[in-house]
């Protein structure tokens, strides 16, 4: 049974979380994007000048006090002739028919925005800068096809229960005794379309993943509890700050045997999922991101039904951190239909580093509260904390 303190949690988070959206989201909408005016060259005919501005003075240079009685002849410079005809090459549909006596008298042929003449040929249409760039260029790297990608364009969320990584947590649970619950899998790359960049890509990139999260029990001897088992297939894209998951996945459950030789008669469970995943997550800054997803089972058995759905908060700043490191903060929240839309929650916040290629190693503490994990135990309440040590490809 869930707890009564638990739901008053989600809704807590949910409205923070929701509150904080709705923030940015309004935010964002207030701010003015700047509004630059319309060179002549781009406007209709029937609202361009008539006359443009020149960089040079309307009167001749002549008329301007001198600042020095020398002249071209007493330095040596070679004495320049004044036009007497149309400029060589340049034909008098630019110029408008005008003939210049003088060079000092630059005249409408260098106004910064030409001729009327010439803007007269077409409409004014608006400027669009990616017209004339190659998409493959817009992010400014290059896309390409490439086998084995390094980094990944949808990570995983750092206080997920169930992501694909290495790590190991040591948690005591309320009233209980000590745990060692560990993942053993990751996530790698397999083919990608888009830009070589291992820590910040852009494109497509089909992955695969894997893990098995066993739990141990210090108490006894550290005698295997239970273990899930998952694999799956994403597909995941990445276009400036937006990320989008598509993904498949198996998800199985099994009980130790050294539990059961313990507790005979304890009844084992075949929790299976295979799912149909859809995740989005934005970065509000390169730092901090936002997540959800839903997933729906097409096959399930052993209490497990169609759907639940993932949101969470995860601050980890995305550049290398070098030796130092940096702080990172995470909270989860996991909801299942087979808990009533009930569930869990997760919070993490630690120590990380963070390498060249986007290698993530992290040291910290972890808060769960809510319905199990281990899928054995999937409608048995537990509250936990502890320390864990997670490693992200």
Known sequence: MLSGRFPLVFVLVGSVCGATLLELAASALGQQVPVYPTPPQRMAPSVAPAVYPSTYPSTYSSTYPSTSAATASDVGAPALSPYDDVLPGISTSVTGGAVHASYEDPGPLYAPYGSPDAMTAAAAQTLDANAYVDPALVYGEPWIWRILPSGLMYKSYLAGGREPRIASQWVRMRNEHWMW???????????????????????????????????????????????????????????????????????????????????????????????????????????LRLYSEADW?????????????????????????????????????????????????????????????????????????????????????????????????
């Open 297 to 393: 089972a097409f096959s399930t058995d052993g209490g497990a039904k169609p759907w639940e759905f993932q949101f969470g908060v995860d601050f980890s700043p995305a550049e290398p951190t070098g030796g130092w490191g940096a702080p990172f903060f995470a909270i989860n929240a996991h909801l299942r239909e087979a808990n009533d839309f009930g569930g869990n929650m997760t919070v993490q916040s630690g120590w990380q580093w963070r390498g060249c290629t986007g290698h993530l190693c992290r040291v910290g503490m972890q808060y769960f509260n809510g319905m199990s994990d281990q899928t054995q135990f999937y409608n048995t309440f537990e509250e936990q904390i502890g320390i864990g040590l997670w490693y992200d490809y």
């Open 181 to 287: 619950d560990a993942t053993l899998g990751g996530r790698v790359g397999i083919l990608r379309y888009g830009t070589d960049n291992a820590l910040w890509p852009q494109g497509w990139q089909l992955d695969f993943e894997g893990a098995a999260f066993p739990r141990m029990d210090l108490d006894n001897g550290r005698d295997l509890v239970s273990a899930d088992y998952r694999f799956g297939i994403p597909l995941t894209t990445r276009r400036g700050c937006w990320e989008t998951k598509l993904a498949y996945y198996h998800l199985s459950s099994h009980l130790g045997d050294e539990f059961m030789v313990r507790h005979p008669g304890y009844p084992r469970i075949n929790y299976v999922r295979d799912a149909m995943v859809l995740g989005m997550a934005i970065y509000l800054s390169p730092n």
